[in-house]
């Protein structure tokens, strides 16, 4: 809308200050009925910046006496009725044209659409508050829109205080109201700074709790932007081209979400807890790039074995028909020291195939009689035992990890007693992030940051087995490679 022109050109005695030429900004909204209290905001702003405010309280009054004064009140008040109307709605400035000045549209207008005291229009913009979130918006713009919505809340609904003390006591549960309403909006990533602020006692005012997260918000930009980043991204992009892998950066500005971890800024390729951090060695390839040799890693711990022990052990290992019992490998490494390190519950499992991986709830940690398939393989000084079903103890002769879908499941234990593989479901579930459904005849594994079935398994005799054509179970019988320690 242009804006609108009101030229004086002699002096004024009626309160309005000599202007030459005086320019009101144009409205920028137009009262629609539901909006009254942003348009007469605007308006106001408008009018009383260039002197005017008289007019629309009818503090300024039409001068008694005709003459040049009484004229520059009426080409004032016609400027100011124009004004107000052409910020309305056609609909609306319509009930208004036949009114005389520029207060009466003015107090028209207010008692007509302000709704102060409403309760049906304070419960509709305490609705919009509790509906508010963060989602795609920064925490500055977030905060702005709730900002708006208390505003509202406090024109619409005034408290009026009996003392001090009650004004006091309401701006503090106020306060604290409008905390919650904040920080229950917020996304996921401010989950930490949330709990700190609703730890702290006594709870912080809201602008301090905006400065904390509006803080937060502007450190973590600042690391995800950070030169040193860019340069590990970088270089994880060029080792990967020796693979056929030429992936960039994301520089785009819609979020990416990691579908291994679940988190934002990075995808599965670029994954350090996939991956490992750029510039690690990665486990199980040689300098030449060759996966199918035998691997030397170092276990984490010192197990204090002598080498004719570990000839010893890798003997036994290598054996395809793991049959020895606990106590000849014992008696072999010469173990002592027993110490409970998981419990095997269930019935009996010797009716299930020595191939099959039983989807064990009992289980404590993933087992297998078995040392083919394992993927890499650390012995343990066999002091290490697990309690079985029937009461008993089995040594643990070593363990390592194996590949489930893409994602490697660690600490599998050996024990050689087992004559079937156990899978522990609290340790699948944490490994994969993933979600267990039972079925009268089956279940499912879900993953649960995309909800993508990754595997499954059939019920068989009474015990859930691992389906060997999904996923899962794909890459769980592979060559094993034998670690040094």
């Known amino acids: 809308m242009a804006s609108t022109r009101s030229t004086l050109t002699s002096g004024y005695s009626g309160g309005l200050p000599y202007r030459e030429s005086v320019t009101i900004p144009p409205c920028p909204v137009k009262l629609d ?21 008289g007019f629309l309280t009818g503090e300024t009054t039409k001068p008694i006496e005709a003459g040049p004064s009484q004229e520059k009140w009426e080409t004032t008040n016609y400027l100011l009725m124009s004004y107000l109307t052409s910020s309305m709605d ?42 508010t979130t963060q989602k795609e918006l920064s925490v500055s713009q977030y905060y702005s829109t709730l900002k708006a919505l208390w505003h509202e809340l406090d ?32 996304i996921m990533d401010f989950d930490q700074i949330r709990a700190h602020i609703l730890s702290t006692d006594p709870l912080p005012s809201l602008e301090s709790a905006f400065s904390i997260v509006h803080s937060e918000d502007i450190r973590r930009s600042a690391m995800h932007q950070s030169p040193s980043q860019e ?59 060759s996966t199918n040799q035998i691997t030397t890693e170092s276990c984490p711990t010192d197990t204090g074995f002598s080498a004719k022990q570990l000839n010893t052990l890798r003997s ?3 054996q395809k028909d793991t049959s020895s019992s606990s106590s000849t490998t014992a008696s072999a490494m010469q173990f002592s020291g027993p110490s409970t390190l998981g419990t095997v519950c269930g019935s009996s499992y010797a009716s299930v195939a020595s191939t099959s991986w039983i989807i064990d709830s009992g289980a404590i940690d993933h087992m ?14 066999g002091s290490s035992k697990v ?12 363990k390592g990890s194996f590949q489930c879908s893409s994602r490697s499941l660690s600490d599998v234990l050996h024990v050689p007693n087992l004559t079937s593989n156990l899978l522990s479901i609290s340790s699948l579930t944490k490994s994969l992030n993933c979600k267990v459904i039972f079925f009268p005849t089956h279940c499912l594994f879900q993953d649960l940051v995309m909800g993508r079935t990754i595997g499954g398994g059939k019920m068989d005799g009474g015990l859930y087995i691992l389906d060997s054509v999904t996923p899962v179970a794909a890459q769980i019988s592979r060559p094993v490679k034998f670690l040094c320690c």
């Open 231 to 289: 340069r590990y991204a970088l270089y994880s992009g060029n080792t990967n081209q020796r693979g056929g892998s030429t992936d960039r950066i994301h520089t785009g500005k819609s979020p990416v979400i990691c579908d291994y971890c679940g988190k934002e800024r990075h995808t599965r390729e670029k994954c350090w807890k996939l991956h490992g951090r750029p510039g690690a060695p990665r486990k199980g390839i040689n300098k030449t790039g």
């Open 316 to 318: 036994l290992i290598s």
């Open 368 to 381: 297998t009689g078995s040392s083919h398939h394992f993927i890499n393989y650390c012995p343990l000084s």
């Open 90 to 131: 056609p609909g609306i400035s319509r009930g208004y044209m036949l009114l005389d000045t520029d207060d009466a549209i003015w107090k028209t207008a207010e008692t007509t659409y302000s709704h102060v005291g409403s309760k049906a229009q304070r419960y509709e913009i305490r609705k919009k508050i509790r509906e």
């Open 33 to 53: 009925g539901t909006n009254y209290l942003v348009w007469s905001r605007a308006c106001k702003f408008a009018i009383g910046s260039r002197g005017y405010k």
């Open 155 to 186: 024109f619409y609904g005034k408290y009026t205080a009996a003392c001090s003390t009650d004004i006091t006591s309401y701006t503090s549960l106020e306060n604290e109201i409008r905390v919650y309403d904040f920080l229950g909006g917020l």
């Open 387 to 398: 309690k079985t079903a029937d009461g008993g103890l089995s040594s643990v002769a070593g």
